[in-house]
């Protein structure tokens, strides 16, 4: 009795969230406005479905509103809003209802949103009829810089001051947008990972559920483990690029970038702590300090203060590190 009880619930609940499923997939087709709104709302109802009660049912319930959706509309569309949409709520509901860390969490959505964007890109690229990806994006990227260049030409901006709009035209480029493709991607799905992550746990707090809190950003550091294989990363695609192989500049281009964001966060992270826990510095001042130093040639700064904390771990976060015994 209690088997079919839970039934009956688990059958009514995934059936109320297919139909808010498809309502924000279908708004999100035809109201341009909404879409961005829609990407942020739709993994809410997967992810409250899943931890509620478990994969298939959460999984189900998104099959079904794909279904509906494919017969009302394009079912080329409806499999992008599927995949794009729904495959965050399923891996964010998981995490959260396994108590897995914060940092597990993100990671483990950024890849679930980079393979639901290459996937989404090569729906995409069919739809529109074209070949390849790579000549697909940097059509519509140069497109979009050559109206907005043309744009501030008319409103009187110098050479110069369109140097920016110039360099961007120029990594627009097929070949170097190759070589950026796996950067773009991974900065992409971070992105979309962040924002999903943020917004989903403000609802849920909201819903009375239990969420694994997350720690003050002066907290942050990057594992050695995950520096060693960013490093390894990066070997790799240099190996491959000196067999001439193309996919191995890809490979050491994104890497070199994804491995200088994470020791610029770290050192952020790192001057933040100090800053605040030795000079006892408020929120204000902390902020004033990071935006003219950030954004300034002293970023520099930032990135040699990640590699030493990462490499002799000052603030003791690390885990993974041996510590001497305490006698």
Do not use: W
């Not at 897995?100 to 959505?109: C, D, H, R, V």
């Not at 493709?181 to 009375?208: D, E, P, Q, W």
């Not at 690029?241 to 890809?250: A, E, L, M, V, Y």
């Amino acid at each position: 009795m209690q088997n079919r009880s839970y039934s009956t619930k688990s059958i009514v609940e995934a059936g109320l969230v297919s139909t808010l499923i498809v309502i924000i997939m279908l708004a999100n087709l035809y109201v341009p406005m909404v879409s961005i709104l829609g990407t942020l709302a739709l993994p809410i109802p997967v992810t409250v479905l899943y931890i509620r009660h478990n994969f298939k049912v959460s999984l189900s319930a998104v099959i079904v509103s794909s279904i509906i959706v494919a017969m009302i509309s394009n079912p080329l569309m409806a499999l992008r809003c599927l995949i794009v949409l729904s495959t965050t709520g399923i891996t964010l509901g998981y995490c959260i209802k396994h108590k897995k860390s914060n940092s597990l969490t993100l990671i483990m959505l950024t890849l679930a949103s980079a393979v639901a964007i290459t996937i989404s890109l090569v729906i995409i690229v069919n739809l529109a009829g074209k070949h390849g990806i790579i000549d697909f994006i940097s059509n519509q990227l140069q497109e979009s810089i050559k109206v907005a260049r043309q744009m501030y030409v008319d409103a009187g901006l110098t050479k110069e001051q369109l140097a920016l709009l110039d360099n961007m035209a120029e990594l627009a480029k097929p070949n170097n947008l190759f070589k950026n493709l796996l950067l773009i991607l991974c900065m992409s799905g971070f992105f979309s990972a962040s924002v999903n992550y943020y917004v989903t746990r403000v609802i849920l707090k909201k819903l009375k559920y239990d969420v694994v809190e997350v720690k003050s950003f002066i907290y942050f550091y990057v594992n050695s483990k995950v520096a060693a294989i960013m490093a390894i990363f990066i070997l790799i695609g240099v190996l491959l690029t000196r067999n001439n192989i193309s996919i191995g500049s890809s490979i050491t281009t994104s890497g070199y970038g994804i491995l200088l964001i994470l020791l610029l966060l770290d050192g952020v992270a790192f001057a933040l702590y100090y800053l605040k826990n030795k000079f006892n510095m408020s929120k204000l001042v902390l902020t004033l300090i990071l935006v003219f130093t950030i954004f300034s040639p002293l970023y520099i700064v930032f990135i040699y203060l990640g590699l030493m904390d990462i490499l002799l771990d000052f603030r003791k976060l690390d885990p993974h590190r041996r510590r001497p015994i305490e006698k």
